[in-house]
T-cell receptor, first 115, second 115 residues
């Protein structure tokens, strides 16, 4: 099993739908992240969770709602999205803490298309 | 605030030729630097990282990078590329502290290796 697993790999949803993206890490990390990769734009950090608490929200619209029930799982709940939200959503995890840091390990992403 | 500039959006090269992918960064604090690679329809894989110590770092697949503090650069090099190196490469910076997972990315460089 890979270290960081994202499901589904592909998702097509209408603007009025509600869906969720799931991320699971098997690396024993204590921090998880959502990144957005849009065409022709740099990867953007959306949310950061450390020890299951949200420590950063980079001005992300409220139609994106993250949830971190435990250190191994991270969700991104989606509702009333716009076509411009179509992108590759990448989950990552790392160890968080002075002298314990690791680099970020990424999942394979969920390709989201909003129609 | 931090920023990363990858100076070339696309780099075509012939197989077995050397390649350099350029990255410049700006930051008001100490930085930690990373190169990630993304193959089509995949997530990001770490190639190499600079955290401290020797400014020449070696990574996987024969890649290396040199941290140059005076020029605020972290260029990626490989002496002889293979077809399988065709991918998109991302330079990223973290301010470190408690997390190397909070990354600011460059726009990416698409490396295309021709036979």
């Amino acid at each position: 099993e890979t270290g960081v697993t994202q499901t589904p790999r592909h998702l097509v949803m209408g603007m009025t739908n509600k869906k969720s993206l799931k991320c699971e890490q098997h690396l024993g990390h204590n921090a998880m992240y959502w990144y957005k990769q849009s065409a022709k734009k740099p990867l953007e950090l959306m949310f950061v969770y450390s020890l299951e608490e949200r420590v950063e929200n980079n001005s992300v619209p409220s139609r994106f709602s993250p949830e971190c029930p435990n250190s191994s799982h991270l969700f991104l709940h989606l509702h009333t999205l716009q076509p411009e939200d179509s992108a590759l959503y990448l989950c990552a995890s790392s160890r968080w803490g002075q002298a314990l840091n690791t680099e970020a390990f990424f999942g394979q992403g969920t390709r989201l298309t909003v129609v | 605030a931090q920023s990363v500039t990858q100076l070339d959006s696309q780099v075509p090269v012939f197989e077995e030729a050397p390649v350099e992918l350029r990255c410049n960064y700006s930051s008001s604090v100490s930085v930690y630097l990373f190169w990630y690679v993304q193959y089509p329809n995949q997530g990001l894989q770490l190639l190499l990282k600079y955290l401290s110590g020797s400014t020449l770092v070696k990574g996987i697949n024969g890649f290396e990078a040199e941290f140059n503090k005076s020029q605020t650069s972290f260029h990626l090099r490989k002496p002889s590329v293979h077809i399988s190196d065709t991918a998109e490469y991302f330079c990223a910076v973290s301010s470190g502290g408690t997390s190397y997972g909070k990354l600011t990315f460059g726009q990416g460089t698409i490396l295309t290796v021709h036979p």
